[in-house]
């Protein structure tokens, strides 16, 4: 049975991000031949072009956990109706030098969680645009567009009961995207 290796990217820093949170526990409700790794970002200096040519050891490690994953998952927070700057960061330097992206071709899904009553649906097409320059297959259905309220985890910080049904279906349907699009 082949082993997927899912590279996890969080578009959140803060130590109790709800993204973080929801990255962990959507993960559990996986199979056991899938296996998610989150990929740091905070570490990753600001993109400069000139830098191409001699990536930090930050920039090294991302891209080579992208590269030696099957496929992705990005778990992105929405700031000001788009993605957080330090998860756009995180995409420039893996895409670059140009035509040397460490993420094309690689399947994806998208998901996130805010306080907010819309969650994270701008942010999350926003990033759908920026993949798809970048020739990442993202499940298109079903969008998730979470909103944080009591019960969206339990005290474990496991899915809550409310909810486990609906992310469970998106989590197979993003299994299926991800075996019949990895290479």
Do not use: C
Request: charged share 20%; no cysteine; net charge positive.
């Amino acid at each position: 049975m082949m082993q997927y290796q899912i590279a996890v990217v969080v578009g959140s820093l803060r130590k109790e991000s709800f993204n973080r949170t929801l990255a962990s526990a959507i993960a559990k409700l996986a199979p056991a031949d899938f296996s998610f790794h989150q990929v740091r970002i905070g570490d990753l200096p600001l993109y400069n072009q000139d830098d191409d040519a001699s990536p930090s050891d930050a920039v090294k490690r991302l891209k080579r956990e992208i590269i030696d994953s099957q496929a992705l998952l990005f778990v992105t927070a929405e700031y000001n109706r788009s993605i957080p700057g330090v998860l756009k960061n995180a995409i420039d330097h893996a895409s670059r030098p140009y035509g040397q992206s460490a993420w094309a071709g690689k399947p994806a899904g998208v998901i996130g969680v805010s306080v907010g009553s819309t969650g994270t649906s701008m942010a999350q097409q926003h990033l759908r645009n920026v993949l798809s320059y970048l020739d990442v297959p993202t499940l298109g259905q079903p969008e998730i567009f979470l909103q944080a309220k009591d019960g969206l985890f339990d005290e474990a910080g496991d899915i809550g009961a409310g909810s486990r049904k609906f992310l469970q279906n998106w989590m197979d349907r993003y299994v299926a995207w991800v075996k019949k699009h990895a290479v």
